[in-house]
Nanobody, 120 residues
Framework: QVQLAESGGGLVQPGDSLTLSCVDSAGPFSSYNIAWFRKAPGKEREFVAA????????YYPRSVMGRFAISRDNAKNTLVLQINNAQPEDTAIYYCTALTEDWVPLEGSWGQGTQVTVSS
């Protein structure tokens, strides 16, 4: 089972860029499709990006398409989320998670999250 830990969050201004990282300390990282979700106060958890085991395919919801980019380095057990042109509505806690074969979050694989705040 993966053990994921996110980092890279912080306070940025609208229009800035931010890079989030997710590292798997347990090791079976390349066995899983992996995703980023976010949770804003008062809102439901929202899917923002996913990538396949080999990183060749990426998926985004329309709300972030063109601004977010997901990538992975299986040699380093690392997943990255690049946020460009950050907007106040991107303010949330961002989580990474492994996905099951049915592309739903794998029970027990969530990281602790990293806070992103976009404000002027």
């Amino acid at each position: 089972q993966v053990q994921l830990a996110e980092s890279g969050g912080g306070l940025v201004q609208p229009g800035d860029s931010l890079t989030l990282s997710c590292v798997d300390s347990a090791g079976p990282f390349s066995s899983y499709n992996i995703a980023w979700f976010r949770k804003a106060p008062g809102k439901e958890r929202e899917f923002v990006a996913a990538t396949t085991r080999n990183g060749e395919n990426a998926y985004y919801p329309r709300s972030v398409m063109g601004r977010f980019a997901i990538s992975r380095d299986n040699a380093k057990n690392t997943l990255v989320l690049q946020i460009n042109n950050a907007q106040p509505e991107d303010t949330a806690i961002y989580y990474c998670t492994a996905l099951t074969e049915d592309w739903v979050p794998l029970e027990g694989s969530w990281g602790q999250g990293t806070q992103v705040t976009v404000s002027s």
